[in-house]
């Protein structure tokens, strides 16, 4: 496994880091909240098809890698980018492996970027879509009702922003009677439970990049105030912490990394991988995150500072779709063929 990235990742990385930082700087992520959602920044990523690039070129996209798209994803965690990237692509690539014919007008919006599709991680409960990420601001959800994989548009006018400690555009919906079936039985489940294990690849990427700017931050703030006359970065109680999550993120970013490179090279243990580098993500941004809030003391806690979006998104992404705990019985499940 050679996770090095070629010169084309290397020039994607920089595409997308430059876009990000103009368009996604703290300020306009604090202007998006509560809904969480920046339309111009989603106008500027569907512009230089952020969606198109994740969907194969025999349905009209670009053909990237779930790694390429990996690569994406930390950069949005990076900046905690007020769009919904992840969830865009994610879709796409679902619509894209399905044979009906149904797809083919949501998706040709998805790629141009004039439909937001996204996809419900939970199962329909009695007809509602529960916590649908994206679903305040989505035109089109893809959700699993049952054994039927559908289509659902989304005709709510006044949808009901469910407040979040994320910052996401996350709503309840309903499966409206114009649902459209996209498949069925096996096949429903196989690609909906697909979706799922590439959704957990990229978020775990995502919260990598929202822990390694936090621990930057941590750093950088270490060594530039001072205690007793010397940089706080100076005693052990701020350094070892520091230097213990430099090595869990390491770690976090190859297993994510990892897992997106078993899509195609080794599809026998991605779910398997998927699930335990989002869990290792969770648990790492979530830890180096709360060391890089009380680094910065009583500050660490005021609205004003930086640090604190991203303590709470490190939290609210995850959640999205359940805890760490769950993704590890996830992971079991996969490996032993049995879960709790």
Do not use: C
Request: hydrophobic share 50%.
């Amino acid at each position: 496994m050679d996770l090095a990235l070629s010169d084309e990742q290397e020039l994607l990385v920089t595409s997308f880091g430059d876009l990000f930082a103009k368009e996604a700087a703290p300020a306009r992520v604090r202007a998006a909240e509560p809904i969480g959602h920046d339309p111009v920044l989603w106008e500027r990523l569907a512009d230089i098809g952020s969606t198109a690039m994740a969907v194969g070129e025999d349905r009209g996209g670009w053909g990237a890698s779930l790694l390429d798209l990996a690569l994406v994803a930390e950069l949005v965690g990076r900046f905690v980018a007020p769009a919904p990237v992840i969830e865009a692509q994610v879709t796409a690539r679902l619509l894209a492996s399905t044979g009906s014919p149904a797809v083919a007008e949501a998706l040709g919006g998805a790629l141009l970027g004039t439909t937001l599709a996204t996809l419900a991680l939970r199962r329909a409960e009695g007809g509602r879509l529960p916590l649908v990420p994206a679903g305040a601001v989505a035109d089109v959800v893809v959700a699993l009702d049952g054994d039927r994989l559908l289509l659902v548009p989304n005709h709510e006018t006044e949808v009901r922003h469910v407040a979040n400690l994320g910052g996401l555009p996350l709503a309840d919906l309903a499966v409206t009677d114009d649902a459209v079936e996209l498949a069925a039985g096996d096949e429903a489940r196989t690609l909906f439970e697909t979706a799922i294990d590439e959704w957990l690849t990229l978020t775990a990427a995502a919260l990598v990049g929202i822990g390694a700017r936090a621990h930057e931050m941590a750093a950088g703030y270490a060594v530039e105030r001072q205690a007793w006359g010397v940089p706080i970065g100076t005693f052990q109680a701020i350094s070892h912490p520091l230097a213990d999550q430099a090595t869990a993120l390491d770690g976090a970013r190859l297993l994510a990394r990892k897992a997106a490179w078993s899509a195609e090279a080794a599809p026998g243990r991605s779910a398997e991988l998927a699930a335990m580098a989002f869990a290792f993500a969770a648990e790492t941004a979530r830890d180096t995150t709360y060391h890089a809030l009380h680094v910065h003391g009583g500050y660490g806690f005021m609205l004003e500072q930086d640090v604190q979006l991203y303590y709470r998104r490190a939290r609210g992404w995850a959640r999205v779709w359940g805890e760490p705990r769950a993704a590890f019985r996830r992971a079991a499940s996969h490996r032993y063929g049995q879960e709790d």
